[in-house]
């Protein structure tokens, strides 16, 4: 963790009605750090992703970038800012080609009339793809004929390209195979190394191990403490998230 952290939860709180689901989160995230998210269902996780991405706005607390506070009132907001998401369900467009799906919502246009640049979005594509290792044939195949690794690695691209600065990822690989989480675990490791800031949320903690720096434990909205990935066990997570340690 760098001493001037890239994005600052400070003393967050979220409630829903009489619900509270976070209570006073602190966590940094720096550049090339990824930080996992681990708990029970329940215990805040996909709460504090959706703070982040512009999803819910919390009752209290602030977020910090580069040291600034900012308000994530939308996603498109959070974007903004250069946060982007990585959720189960993907949302890709499942009859659009792989090149359109990885510039959504951002497509490139040409000329006074300003067409779609099908030419240009299709070579930048391909281009992101092979840099990730993204093991797609053709960039204007759809989304629909790709396997589940291939269409989180498309996901990933595209929060690649919308964000470069922090991707969140809420169970990226809950419903591959191995072959497939190994991929995406593989994509991980080399958006870290272009220097993307990664928070994870996984129920696996063999994957947290392997990938994270430092695993930040929640229990029933609380942070129970934050633990470098080198530096403590399986056994004890597990007993921090059940209470036990």
């Not at 977020?63 to 250069?82: C, Q, T, V, W």
């Not at 792989?98 to 040409?110: A, K, T």
């Not at 070579?123 to 790709?146: C, K, P, S, Y």
Request: net charge neutral.
């Amino acid at each position: 963790m760098t001493a001037s952290p890239l994005l600052r939860l400070e003393r967050v709180r979220k409630e829903f009605g009489g619900v509270v689901a976070v209570e006073d989160l602190t966590l940094e995230l720096g550049e090339g750090d990824v930080l996992a998210l681990v708990g029970d269902n329940g215990a805040g996780k996909s709460t504090i992703v959706n703070c982040l991405a512009g999803v819910h706005r919390p009752t209290s607390g602030r977020i910090l970038l580069d040291g600034a506070p900012i308000d994530l009132s939308s996603p498109i907001e959070a974007r903004r800012h250069g946060i982007e998401s990585v959720f189960q369900d993907l949302a890709l467009a499942e009859l659009q080609p792989v090149y359109m799906n990885v510039f959504l919502g951002r497509e490139l246009v040409r000329g006074p009339l300003r067409q779609l640049d099908r030419v240009a979005m299709a070579a930048e594509t391909r281009t992101l793809l092979d840099d990730l290792g993204v093991h797609i044939d053709n960039a204007r195949q759809a989304a629909r004929e790709l396997s589940g690794g291939q269409r989180q690695g498309v996901a990933i691209a595209r929060a690649v390209r919308r964000a470069g600065r922090v991707v969140l990822m809420d169970e990226p690989t809950a419903s591959l195979g191995v072959a497939e989480t190994e991929r995406v675990e593989e994509l991980i490791r080399r958006l870290r190394e272009r220097g993307g800031a990664i928070l994870l949320v996984s129920h696996s903690l063999d994957q947290v191990f392997r990938l994270a720096d430092r695993i930040c434990v929640l229990r029933r909205g609380r942070q129970v403490g934050i633990k470098a990935a080198a530096e403590t066990t399986g056994e004890e997570i597990i007993a921090m998230i059940t209470g036990l340690a």
